[in-house]
T-cell receptor, first 116, second 114 residues
């Protein structure tokens, strides 16, 4: 089974702090994604990475950066946390080659971040 | 880019009844349409998917239908049970080199009333 773990389930940070959210996967998947989930807005893609040290902006990258130094680990960084970044953050992975035409993404359990 | 709209945002059904959730997409090139289920406190999990060369797919009580002409697809859950209560997301993928993304709908909160 694919296992995607996120470093924290709940996190409380203060405005202006630098925040690191970590995601680790054990299935050797090339592609990794960071989403934020807000009520009524669904899942919105922040950044994704298709290989080590490679990254691409998603739909809402402002205020975030990412790091992928190792294949199994993808970090989301909030350089200076703000209250409007209070949200649920979900990490997902996917192999490069889609088996049988399926492009399934495997999600972690999420980190609920509160910025006060 | 792709735009996916999902309706309804909330849905309540009696146990044993059927539930239908509908999604429309904007880009006719989209070729893969998955449905994810998110239970409380968990990340979304794929429950069924369909490719654009198929009109319908079933898996026990769950089915997905696709109408390419109208650019919409639907999730059908029959004989609903309390454990079907969750948030459901539809998504669409545009093919092409470097296309890694899924575009998700905003989600439907399904409540199955015992």
């Amino acid at each position: 089974d694919v296992k995607v773990t996120q470093s924290s389930r709940y996190l409380v940070k203060r405005t202006g702090e630098k925040v690191f959210l970590e995601c680790v996967q054990d299935m050797d998947h090339e592609n990794m994604f960071w989403y934020r989930q807000d009520p009524g807005l669904g899942l919105r893609l922040i950044y994704f990475s298709y290989d080590v040290k490679m990254k691409e902006k998603g739909d809402i990258p402002e205020g975030y950066s990412v790091s992928r130094e190792k294949k199994e680990r993808f970090s989301l960084i909030l350089e200076s946390a703000s209250t409007n970044q209070t949200s649920m953050y979900l990490c997902a992975t996917r192999p490069r080659l889609a088996g049988g035409g399926r492009y399934e993404q495997y999600f972690g359990p999420g980190t609920r971040l509160t910025v006060t | 880019g792709e735009n996916v709209e999902q309706h309804p945002s909330t849905l309540s059904v009696q146990e044993g009844d059927s539930a239908v959730i509908k999604c429309t997409y904007s880009d006719s090139a989209s070729n893969y349409f998955p449905w994810y289920k998110q239970e409380l406190g968990k990340g979304p999990q794929l429950i069924i998917d369909i490719r654009s060369n198929v009109g319908e797919k079933k898996d026990q009580r769950i089915a997905v239908t696709l109408n390419k002409t109208a650019k919409h697809f639907s999730l059908h859950i029959t004989e609903t049970q309390p454990e079907d209560s969750a948030v459901y997301f539809c998504a669409a993928r545009i093919p092409g080199a470097g296309s890694y993304q899924l575009t998700f709908g905003k989600g439907t909160k399904l409540s199955v009333i015992p």
